[in-house]
């Protein structure tokens, strides 16, 4: 069993370098920077998310004073995904008046009681609840539902009987101080946030959908197999009043083996007709589209409407 390095063990100070009395890490070619003082093995393929938790972990050791991670920073280290990264800056929250920006450090002046932090790898970050709370303040539509789609599934205490996290939401709703800059905001995102969400992909598709004002699916629904097959199949996204059934299909789904069970692209895509065709019998349409669509809300709007999901009015 392979054992991945923690971002911590990643890192390379040139203070403990210079203290060891080894080669400083500028002149060592196989190490990149990643902030002024820190450095990483060049050759470790990483993530953006992960790249992004390196840059995290490098600014918390390189400031004397605690540091308590907040927003978007919280929420890689929560594990959200995030549809854009500004790996330059590392989210803090610290009580008073006015922001601050200092060394890729963005410092937010929030007031937050000592319950309202947790600790993730070591590091002080704020709770799950409020990260949802303050990203849903400040993040547009589509790419907010990302992060919140993950962060309300994880805080759902009900999943079986609960699943979209309805009464999540509704705690999180509640929670919001009034007056709070962002409120109604945050309010109307959280709102739309379900944790059915199946991918990133999904809630980045839904979050289109709300901006585009189509009828917006069920999401996660069964159908039975029937025959002797047994079982059902679950799609990402359905229209029942409509007739039609839709997917998003990522490069995951194909290639990832995590994902496809170790079967090859070729199985996958067989199994995938044959599903679908499986599928018609409850639904005679489906729509299909990938990250190229969903990225762009014209083309999800061109896809959508050729199944007849169009925009009320």
Not at 217 to 238: E, K, N, T
Request: hydrophobic residues 40%.
């Amino acid at each position: 069993m392979t054992t991945v390095p923690t971002p911590r063990e990643l890192l390379v100070s040139s203070r403990v370098r210079r203290l060891e009395g080894g080669e400083p890490p500028h002149l060592d070619r196989d190490l990149k920077r990643v902030r002024r003082g820190y450095y990483r093995p060049a050759a470790m393929p990483l993530t953006p998310q992960d790249d992004y938790l390196l840059r995290i972990q490098a600014a918390v050791e390189a400031r004397t004073e605690p540091m308590v991670i907040c927003d978007e920073s919280a929420a890689a280290l929560w594990g959200a995904p995030l549809l854009k990264i500004d790996g330059a800056l590392v989210h803090t929250n610290r009580a008073g008046k006015a922001r601050r920006t200092a060394a890729g450090v963005l410092v937010h002046r929030r007031a937050l009681a000592e319950e309202d932090v947790a600790e993730v790898a070591g590091l002080r970050v704020v709770s799950r609840e409020w990260t949802a709370i303050h990203l849903a303040a400040k993040l547009p539509l589509p790419r907010v539902l990302l992060p919140l789609d993950h962060l309300v599934a994880a805080l759902n205490p009900e999943p079986a009987s609960d699943p979209s996290a309805r009464g999540t939401v509704e705690r999180l709703v509640a929670m919001i101080p009034k007056g709070m800059r962002g409120g109604d905001k945050a309010r109307k995102h959280l709102l739309a946030a379900d944790a059915r969400s199946g991918s990133a992909g999904e809630s980045l598709s839904r979050g289109q959908m709300h901006l585009l004002g189509v009828p917006l699916p069920d999401l996660q629904v069964a159908f039975p197999r029937g025959g002797d097959v047994g079982g059902s199949d679950i799609v990402d996204f359905d229209w029942p009043e409509l007739g039609v059934f839709g997917e998003f299909d990522g490069r995951g789904k194909y290639f990832r083996s995590e994902i496809n069970g170790g079967r090859s692209p070729e199985d996958v895509l067989w199994d995938e007709k044959q599903r679908e065709d499986r599928v018609r019998h409850h639904r005679p349409r489906a729509v299909r589209w990938g990250w190229d669509v969903a990225l762009r809300r014209d083309l999800l709007a061109t896809v959508l409407g050729e199944a007849g999901i169009r925009a009320r009015g």
